[in-house]
């Protein structure tokens, strides 16, 4: 099964973070693919990423308006978005990934 | 309500601090469903406040949509992170249409506490 990962977050980090996690969820069912959402809230980091799952990944998501740790997907097809388009358009950045419209990202640091 | 159950110490300034992040950006998340929510100095217990609204109220929402249900959240500058767990949990149910209609068809306040109780039963 094709996998994508993301990551999700917001300035409170109590709801939007959890929405648009559940929302890319729902929506990756929908179109097959499995998708593994690690969630930056106010609780802390949940469902870290693995090391291998962003290998594995045909694409990386990061819906967020706070910031994530970026370093570790060096190279990968890449989409920044705010937190409230994974809300608004799940099914969209998830298509545009299998559609492999993303751009490599490149770590400046 | 929550002044007078001492949840908050002051309501003027708590909404002013609602104010300040929905300046942010609205917290009306569509699908009906606004989510005003505060960290505050003025918060003295982390409290949830459920209301609706069959009507809608305009809310700026990401979708254009008037807001139905509305949980207001209000929590304390410091404290516990207990609560938050909860709050993820109900976000996450709140994108469930079944999880919206029985909010929907509740009659009483036992209707929506009950419903809120079932959370951990959501898929």
């Known amino acids: 099964m094709i996998k994508i990962v993301a990551v999700t977050a917001c300035p409170t980090g109590i709801a939007h973070t959890y929405m648009a996690a559940e929302m890319l969820e729902k929506a990756a069912k929908k179109l097959n693919v499995k998708i593994i959402v690690e969630t930056n809230g106010a609780i802390g980091v949940e469902n870290r990423l693995k090391q291998k799952d962003i290998e594995e990944s045909i694409a990386v998501i990061i819906a967020a308006d706070a910031r994530v740790d970026m370093q570790r997907f060096n190279g990968k097809p890449l989409i920044e978005v705010g937190v409230s388009q994974a809300i608004k358009n799940p099914t969209k950045l998830i298509q545009d990934a299998l559609s492999n419209l993303y751009p490599i990202y490149k770590n400046e640091n | ?123």
């Open chain 2, 1 to 123: 309500m929550l002044l007078v159950d001492k949840r908050i110490s002051d309501a003027k300034g708590f909404i002013g601090d609602l104010k300040i992040r929905e300046s942010l950006g609205s917290t009306g998340i569509g699908l009906g469903i606004a989510i005003p929510h505060a960290k505050s100095s003025f918060v003295d217990s982390p409290s949830l406040v459920f209301g609706r609204s069959m009507n809608g109220i305009e809310f700026e929402s990401l979708d254009g949509e008037p807001a139905k249900l509305f949980f207001m959240i209000a929590m304390p500058e410091s404290g516990s992170n207990m609560h938050l767990k909860a709050l993820a949990l109900l976000s996450r149910s709140l994108i469930h249409e079944n999880f919206r209609n029985r909010l929907y068809k509740a009659k009483t306040n036992e209707d929506v506490i009950k419903i809120l109780e079932s959370i951990d039963s959501i898929d």
